[in-house]
């Protein structure tokens, strides 16, 4: 058996080169016993003829106890091949051969769930980016496409259900055991292997596809879970005919299948008609699930079904373009779900989950091109810069072609490389092909990592208003040189009352200017004294300054029609308030008495789109506040966001105190504007707690009793406790005895103690991880204690205490699973923003834990912690 990690090696984009062999098929055979699972693989190698002529040939494994490996029925002798740090090369191969091999694996005790694992009970599989490689021997690389024949075997009672890619070819059974063979026509690299042996329960459904074919879609969970699958049901169906009208993308075999489980790194795996969810990506019922719940739920089945023509179908040459399916499958979610419900709270909560997430990432020592160019672990790569970011970069195209274009440019692109792993250039290239643009310095924003900040000053004179725009990158590791993007700003001039002016003698009243170079200066004809409205839509993700006079935003946030641009006027008022507090130089009241009027309009307005009121009526977040003021100082952060919200919590307390009353709804609905309106009622809560109203712990309990969903149950639990009001001890006790058996519904419990503001919850926390129903080996669960805490949480977090509990935490959870460690020390990259006694306390700790860690954890903090 080979031992221990692989040796941390770097790999580059630079030295890629095409496979040697190709394996054109694979036949598979799983035997699951308990404690050992007998993988046999036959691979049918063919010399690949775009590569550079070579003998040898590289094959993957780790954690695979060779039993024994045949060449065209040769037995190999040790003396044949090569196996070292998880690499098996066998040399002198002739132009075409059968590779057998016989491994064990031990899947119960794979606690890093990549590979095959047992979650509650059933067997499952991870096995992108490179999961495949802990089953068999394979080249685990997506530019290698194999058609796949898999007999997957195990105990009939405890395994009634298996499952693998594809369709179910033949059966049987013998002494209580029993296998079931399945094909998959589709040629596809082994990321997108899947398997699942267990005791599931099954809701069914058909879909009927544009021509008629009719597809069996079959969603499993444990048995207790069959009444949370109608959700996910409906949002497959509709995401199928989705892509079918907008994309002319139709499904392609006659099963498509979904599984949950309890236990996953990640959101959802889009495995060739086996897609492995995550239980909180997949079951959703009113009682248990949130809104915010339901909608996560709608767009991650639609992502992983999408998936099947971006990223299966067509797929990536390598990891480095990994951005090529994630950035334009996150693009295509968002347009599922902005067309599924209100456009412009779906174009807000994009923008607003990119500024506050994706941007810190890029400006700080994580930062990366959306198109890497080296990593060490791949898993620490599956980020917001790629995905989200990714997705912006997609958009400018989409807006830049225009719809009809675009859809062509998808089309070329389907067409061309289906059944072909290929780069972001190649989806590029369809897009210049297709509009006759000259996409060069476009690509630049594949390559060039950090987020562009663009200023912008206008100019009065006579009947000529100027806008003058600069841009500029910071430097980000690595790239200390940045060159300019094209950036395209879509704009209108608003008149006193609101209304855009026209920008030429045509009258025309929006405009798109694309900016590519440094500086650059647009004039327009206009004599009256407007308010630009920049960056509609947000048309690029870019950081935008504009010295906007107070008036100028609440003209925007009174009349734009651009969501965006009202959210980011809002946006603007509140921490320019904020940051006097910060600074020492305002008072609260104050400029809660300044804002006020401005937030009255919102709420007289409220009824139009109670969910985009919501959005507008949210402060930034402390950490978002905190990302602006340096070095940063987390418990003066946190007393100036607690103030601003207490004054206007009271300032506009009647408001505030009707929104709670007047929105309670007598019967359970769960359309888009019931769910704003409980998001609406939800915030007013908060406010008028905040403000210390003395009817905001009886409202919020009855709703604790009495809720018509989960919703309105957590959201009421949540001003309970993040308050600290009368009743909150009582309630959190109830919940757990309520919800002690539904782990999604736990993690939520966890989540909303964790998450309550201010230093003494670092308490709350440490006896949260002591917490018998706490488990490290569940990452929803150590998500929702240290992602709460080190993620919303920066007052508790940033303590002494809080620095010694995240890093103890973090080493017990690299050493069950370094891909959940990784992700979770993110949380510590504004390291080198704290002021620096705190810094020095959280970079001895962190030094500390980078020594003993995974590889994956040590590349993260390697990166925090350089100087
Ligand atoms: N493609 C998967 C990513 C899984 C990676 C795990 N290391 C999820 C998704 O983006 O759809
Ligand atoms: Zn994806």
Redesign the pocket.
């Known amino acids: 058996m080979e031992t221990a990690h692989a040796a941390v090696t770097t790999t580059r984009l630079k030295d890629y080169l095409p496979p040697a062999y190709l394996v054109d098929s694979v036949t598979l055979d799983v035997d699951i016993h308990d404690g050992v699972t007998t993988v046999t693989s036959e691979l049918a190698l063919r010399r690949n003829p775009d590569a550079v002529i070579s003998d040898s040939m590289m094959f993957n494994g780790e954690g695979l106890t060779l039993r024994s490996l045949a060449l065209d029925g040769k037995v190999l002798e040790e003396a044949d091949y090569h196996y070292e740090n998880g690499e098996l090369t066998l040399s002198r191969l002739p132009e075409q051969a059968t590779l057998v091999s016989v491994v064990d694996i031990e899947p119960e005790k794979n606690t890093a769930l990549e590979g095959l694992y047992m979650s509650n009970g059933m067997y499952c599989t991870q096995c992108e980016a490179q999961g495949f490689r802990h089953i068999t021997f394979f080249p685990d690389r997506p530019d290698v496409l194999s058609r796949f024949r898999t007999t997957v075997r195990a105990d009939k009672k405890k395994y009634p259900l298996l499952l693998s890619n594809g369709n179910p070819v033949e059966q049987g059974e013998e002494d209580g055991r029993h296998w079931v063979t399945w094909e998959d026509p589709f040629p596809k690299p082994c990321y997108l292997f899947a398997l699942v042996a267990g005791d599931l329960a099954c809701l069914e459904d058909t879909f009927t596809t544009v021509s008629g074919r009719e597809v069996a879609l079959r969603l499993y969970a444990e048995h207790r879970d069959l009444d949370k699958l109608d959700h996910a049901m409906e949002s497959l169906k509709h995401a199928m005919r989705w892509d079918e009208e907008t994309y002319g993308r139709e499904y392609d075999l006659d099963i498509y299948m979904i599984v949950a489980v309890s236990h996953f790194n990640m959101g959802a795996m889009?495995n060739k008609g086996l897609n492995i969810f995550n239980t909180s990506c997949v079951l959703a019922h009113p009682a248990t699930t949130t809104d915010a719940g339901f909608q996560r739920v709608e767009s991650v089945v639609a992502?992983?079904y999408f998936?099947n023509w971006s990223?299966n179908r067509v797929t990536c040459r390598d990891w480095f373009q990994l951005s090529l399916?994630?950035g334009f499958?996150?693009f295509r979610d968002q347009m599922f779900s902005a067309d599924m419900n209100s456009a412009a709270v779906q174009r807000v909560g994009d923008v607003d989950f990119l500024v506050n997430h994706q941007f810190p990432e890029d400006q700080g020592p994580m930062a990366h091109p959306v198109r890497p160019s080296e990593y060490q672990k791949i898993d620490n790569f599956y980020t917001l810069t790629i995905?989200e970011k990714g997705a912006e970069i997609v958009r400018m195209q989409y807006h830049l072609l225009g719809a009809e274009q675009f859809r062509k440019a998808t089309d070329l692109y389907f067409e061309r490389f289906d059944g072909q792993a290929v780069t972001c250039d190649d989806f590029v290239d369809c897009m210049a092909e297709v509009s006759g643009m000259d996409m060069a310095q476009f690509r630049r924003w594949y390559s060039q990592a950090g987020t562009p900040i663009l200023s912008v000053e206008a100019e009065q004179e006579g009947d000529d208003y100027s806008l003058t725009f600069r841009q500029h990158t910071p430097p980000t590791p690595g790239q200390a040189d940045k060159e300019p993007l094209v950036i395209p700003v879509r704009l209108a001039l608003l008149d006193k009352n609101g209304a855009p002016v026209a920008l030429d003698q045509d009258g025309l009243r929006e405009t798109v200017l694309i900016l590519d170079q440094q500086a650059q200066s647009f004039h327009f004809p206009v004599s009256e004294s407007v308010t630009p409205s920049l960056l509609r839509g947000f048309s690029a993700p870019v950081v935008l300054e504009f010295d906007y006079r107070p008036d100028q935003l609440a003209t925007l946030l009174a009349h734009d029609t651009d969501g965006y641009c009202r959210w980011s006027a809002a946006q603007r008022l509140y921490f320019a308030a904020l940051d006097r507090l910060v600074r020492g130089q305002g008072n609260a009241d104050e400029e809660a008495v300044r804002l006020a009027p401005v937030l009255e309009q919102v709420i007289d307005r409220a009824g139009e789109d109670p969910a985009q009121a919501a959005l507008l009526l949210t402060l930034p977040t402390e950490v978002a506040l905190g990302d602006r003021h340096s070095p940063l100082d987390p418990s003066g952060i946190h007393m100036a966001h607690q103030n601003l919200k207490q004054a206007l919590g009271k300032v506009l307390q009647s408001q505030w105190l009707s929104l709670s009353e007047n929105l309670l709804a007598t019967e359970l609905q769960m359309d888009g504007v019931a769910m704003g309106r409980r998001q609406l009622r939800n915030l007013a809560l908060d406010y008028l707690a905040a403000g210390g109203h003395h009817e905001a712990a009886r409202i919020a309990v009855e709703l604790f009793e009495l809720p018509l969903c989960m919703s309105e149950e957590l959201g009421a639990l949540r001003v309970l406790v993040h308050h600290r009001l009368p009743g909150a001890e009582q309630a959190l006790q109830q919940f757990a005895r309520k919800w002690k058996d539904e782990a999604l519904v736990m993690d939520q419990w966890f989540s909303v103690q964790a998450s309550a503001p201010g230093e003494m919850t670092i308490d709350t926390v440490e006896r949260l991880l002591a917490h018998p129903a706490f488990d490290w080996k569940v990452p929803n669960r150590v998500r929702a204690v240290l992602g709460a805490l080190a993620g919303s949480n920066p007052s508790a977090f940033n303590t002494d205490k809080g620095y010694k509990v995240f890093t103890s935490a973090l080493a017990t959870v690299d050493e069950l699973n370094p891909q959940i460690a990784a992700r979770i020390a993110n949380a510590a990259a504004r390291l080198h923003r704290l002021e620096p006694s705190r810094q020095q306390v959280f970079r001895g700790l962190l030094k500390s834990v980078s020594e003993k860690a995974s590889p994956n954890l040590r590349e993260v903090l390697a990166r925090i912690l350089a100087e």
């Open positions: 889009e992502h992983e998936h990223g399916k994630e499958t996150v995905y």
